[in-house]
């Protein structure tokens, strides 16, 4: 592994000598010892016939640099595998990025039933799909050659192998997987882009991971790549990742290992020095006078605080709704009570934990416009009684370190792996969460909705200050259903209505009052943001509750979404806890 060098590819057809490695991550403090209980965290992870660990040492093949930092990235093998067990493929990531990857080896499970086709066997052959030498034949430089395994009839590739020369793999460089025992998987962020004027072909690559993604799907990502020629390729791919046949998901963390996995690494989440409107605890926000109104009834009633005379279960119908009471020191919360509420689920075939942790603030601020340098705090625009938001931490159930972490941002949301975070403490990383709106960064700033390259937007101001809660103290784990009936429902999650009443104003006028102040040639930019936001950010609309909030934002992946409904009609009284396990992002 000597060298560590890649050329630089320039415009004019030369080549220079560039370095372009990437540093390797760690987290800031080392991992503990969790306690033991079943396999989490045992190294190796069974996936029905096959066992599988995870392999972080590498030797690299081949890299590429462009004067576009975009456009680097370097390509390794496996190395150390233990002993027994068998290379999928080949790794590659981006060299702007710090070093954080992994692929998974795979081995027979001995003692498996199934007595026909081996669960691995070697490729046939390789298939060229691309080499970096088209064109430039003429240049000693390190080259680069992309081969597909072909497999055997019945089985499926999982993974490409890349060569420094135009020598094909041997048939021992990787196994392919039985067809039986793997699922579909899809492109999802760039790895590399190669257009130049150099080339005869160009070239793309991308991360892969499965295509279904749900709290009950079987997908496992193996860690590898895909590539073609074509930049807009979107048909089915020619590898696969593996599938989880462990129904019992034994690799996932026992209810003493959660506690002690939130204890290291539960976020401290920030607000902003300038926030009003703090979170409390629900018990907190029903003791201090939250009411539940019914449709057509003058009467309103307060709410215990359990949440225990809540109508649960049914559909937001718009029978009842929850409404704050008329002293406004509810709205500005208690963040001396508050708590994250927490989900945890299987992710990526049970290869991942996934735990969710959830905010509640009594009431969301309104929004302020940014336009340029000037800033507009709107009136009402964005205002709501009762705010959830979220973020979520992804666990390898390999060695319990922490992957990445999910910041939900209104209507959308970001994964940012643990090398782009911000630590406060030991390995426990820092949300921000953004003035009025409570949207989730990793970083402090102003996040712009909207026009950013225009610099028009609803601005999302984030920064650290005294306001904070520590979600590795503060917290209650309200679903894992994974553990049975280990985990008991507080009464509220039941509640499928609406946190706050709908409230129709005319917004109009309000917009109107800005466009005054500002240029003619600006006011259609303005006008073409503001209407581009769902009608909820327009209208005082409170959220649903959890569980419903959760079912709004998992519907958009429609491609889980007809198996859970089986789910809905066979359990009604679990289908948005069942819904809470898609990956939304």
Same mark, same amino acid.
């Given at each position: 592994?000597?060298?560590?060098?890649?050329?630089?590819?320039?415009?004019?057809?030369?080549?220079?000598?560039?370095?372009?490695?990437?540093?390797?991550?760690?987290?800031?403090?080392?991992?503990?010892?969790?306690?033991?209980?079943?396999?989490?965290?045992?190294?190796?992870?069974?996936?029905?016939?096959?066992?599988?660990?995870?392999?972080?040492?590498?030797?690299?093949?081949?890299?590429?640099?462009?004067?576009?930092?975009?456009?680097?990235?370097?390509?390794?093998?496996?190395?150390?595998?233990?002993?027994?067990?068998?290379?999928?493929?080949?790794?590659?990531?981006?060299?702007?990025?710090?070093?954080?990857?992994?692929?998974?080896?795979?081995?027979?499970?001995?003692?498996?039933?199934?007595?026909?086709?081996?669960?691995?066997?070697?490729?046939?052959?390789?298939?060229?799909?691309?080499?970096?030498?088209?064109?430039?034949?003429?240049?000693?430089?390190?080259?680069?050659?992309?081969?597909?395994?072909?497999?055997?009839?019945?089985?499926?590739?999982?993974?490409?192998?890349?060569?420094?020369?135009?020598?094909?793999?041997?048939?021992?460089?990787?196994?392919?997987?039985?067809?039986?025992?793997?699922?579909?998987?899809?492109?999802?962020?760039?790895?590399?882009?190669?257009?130049?004027?150099?080339?005869?072909?160009?070239?793309?690559?991308?991360?892969?991971?499965?295509?279904?993604?749900?709290?009950?799907?079987?997908?496992?990502?193996?860690?590898?790549?895909?590539?073609?020629?074509?930049?807009?390729?979107?048909?089915?791919?020619?590898?696969?990742?593996?599938?989880?046949?462990?129904?019992?998901?034994?690799?996932?963390?026992?209810?003493?290992?959660?506690?002690?996995?939130?204890?290291?690494?539960?976020?401290?989440?920030?607000?902003?020095?300038?926030?009003?409107? #703090?979170? /409390?605890?629900?018990?907190?926000?029903? +003791?201090? =006078?939250?009411?539940?109104?019914?449709? $057509?009834? &003058?009467? !309103?009633?307060?709410?215990?605080?359990?949440?225990?005379?809540?109508?649960?279960?049914?559909?937001?119908?718009?029978?009842?709704?929850?409404?704050?009471?008329?002293?406004?020191?509810?709205?500005?919360?208690?963040?001396?009570?508050?708590?994250?509420?927490?989900?945890?689920?299987?992710?990526?075939?049970?290869?991942?934990?996934?735990?969710?942790?959830?905010?509640?603030?009594?009431?969301?601020?309104?929004?302020?416009?940014?336009?340029?340098?000037?800033?507009?705090?709107?009136?009402?625009?964005?205002?709501?009684?009762?705010?959830?938001?979220?973020?979520?931490?992804?666990?390898?159930?390999?060695?319990?370190? #922490?992957? /990445?972490?999910?910041?939900?941002?209104? +209507?959308? =949301?970001?994964?940012?792996?643990?090398? $782009?975070? &911000?630590? !406060?403490?030991?390995?426990?990383?820092?949300?921000?969460?953004?003035?009025?709106?409570?949207?989730?960064?990793?970083?402090?700033?102003?996040?712009?909705?909207?026009?950013?390259?225009?610099?028009?937007?609803?601005?999302?101001?984030?920064?650290?200050?005294?306001?904070?809660?520590?979600?590795?103290?503060?917290?209650?784990?309200?679903?894992?259903?994974?553990?049975?009936?280990?985990?008991?429902?507080?009464?509220?999650?039941?509640?499928?209505?609406?946190?706050?009443?709908?409230?129709?104003?005319?917004?109009?006028?309000?917009?109107?009052?800005?466009?005054?102040?500002?240029?003619?040639?600006?006011?259609?930019?303005?006008? /073409?943001?503001?209407?581009?936001?769902?009608?909820?950010?327009?209208?005082?609309?409170?959220?649903?509750?959890?569980?419903?909030?959760?079912?709004?934002?998992?519907?958009?992946?429609?491609?889980?979404?007809?198996?859970?409904?089986?789910?809905?009609?066979?359990?009604?009284?679990?289908?948005?806890?069942?819904?809470?396990?898609?990956?939304?992002?």
């Amino acid at each position: 592994m000597d060298g560590w060098k890649c050329f630089w590819w320039n415009s004019g057809g030369a080549y220079d000598l560039v370095s372009s490695e990437s540093e390797p991550f760690s987290l800031p403090s080392s991992i503990p010892d969790w306690p033991r209980g079943n396999g989490f965290a045992t190294g190796s992870i069974c996936l029905g016939e096959i066992e599988v660990v995870k392999v972080s040492k590498f030797e690299r093949i081949w890299s590429y640099s462009s004067e576009n930092k975009n456009s680097r990235a370097a390509f390794y093998k496996p190395v150390e595998i233990p002993y027994g067990f068998f290379c999928l493929g080949h790794y590659g990531q981006s060299t702007v990025q710090p070093f954080q990857g992994f692929l998974l080896a795979a081995r027979p499970v001995l003692n498996s039933k199934n007595m026909g086709l081996p669960p691995l066997q070697k490729p046939l052959d390789y298939t060229l799909i691309w080499c970096s030498t088209n064109r430039e034949k003429d240049y000693d430089i390190e080259s680069g050659f992309f081969w597909l395994p072909c497999p055997p009839e019945g089985y499926r590739s999982v993974g490409l192998v890349v060569t420094g020369d135009s020598t094909k793999p041997s048939a021992a460089e990787v196994m392919c997987v039985r067809a039986d025992l793997v699922e579909p998987c899809e492109c999802h962020e760039d790895i590399l882009r190669i257009e130049s004027s150099s080339l005869d072909i160009p070239f793309f690559i991308w991360k892969t991971r499965p295509s279904d993604r749900g709290i009950w799907s079987k997908g496992a990502p193996v860690g590898t790549f895909f590539c073609s020629v074509d930049c807009d390729f979107d048909g089915e791919l020619s590898i696969s990742c593996l599938k989880n046949l462990d129904q019992s998901l034994s690799s996932m963390p026992n209810l003493e290992q959660i506690h002690a996995l939130i204890k290291h690494y539960g976020p401290t989440v920030f607000f902003h020095p300038k926030e009003i409107y #703090l979170p /409390s605890s629900v018990p907190w926000f029903f +003791s201090n =006078g939250a009411i539940l109104c019914k449709k $057509g009834d &003058e009467e !309103v009633h307060a709410i215990d605080a359990r949440g225990s005379n809540l109508p649960g279960g049914g559909d937001n119908d718009g029978e009842y709704w929850i409404e704050l009471p008329a002293d406004d020191r509810v709205k500005r919360g208690s963040l001396e009570s508050a708590e994250l509420y927490i989900h945890v689920k299987p992710a990526l075939g049970g290869i991942f934990t996934d735990i969710a942790m959830w905010v509640f603030c009594p009431f969301n601020g309104p929004a302020n416009l940014k336009i340029g340098l000037l800033n507009f705090p709107l009136k009402r625009i964005g205002q709501h009684v009762g705010d959830w938001e979220h973020f979520t931490l992804r666990i390898s159930n390999f060695s319990g370190e #922490l992957s /990445s972490l999910y910041f939900s941002q209104h +209507s959308g =949301g970001e994964w940012v792996d643990a090398s $782009g975070l &911000e630590f !406060v403490e030991g390995n426990r990383a820092i949300v921000y969460s953004s003035r009025s709106g409570h949207a989730s960064f990793p970083h402090p700033g102003t996040y712009l909705q909207g026009m950013e390259k225009l610099g028009i937007g609803i601005s999302n101001d984030a920064a650290r200050s005294k306001l904070f809660v520590d979600s590795s103290v503060n917290y209650q784990i309200i679903a894992a259903e994974y553990l049975g009936d280990a985990v008991s429902e507080p009464c509220w999650l039941q509640f499928m209505r609406e946190w706050g009443p709908t409230i129709v104003y005319n917004s109009r006028s309000e917009l109107d009052r800005i466009m005054r102040y500002l240029p003619v040639n600006l006011r259609f930019s303005v006008e /073409s943001v503001l209407t581009s936001f769902p009608l909820s950010f327009m209208v005082r609309k409170a959220p649903q509750g959890l569980s419903r909030r959760i079912i709004g934002w998992v519907m958009r992946e429609v491609r889980c979404c007809s198996a859970l409904m089986c789910s809905y009609q066979s359990q009604p009284s679990k289908f948005q806890i069942i819904l809470c396990g898609l990956d939304w992002s």
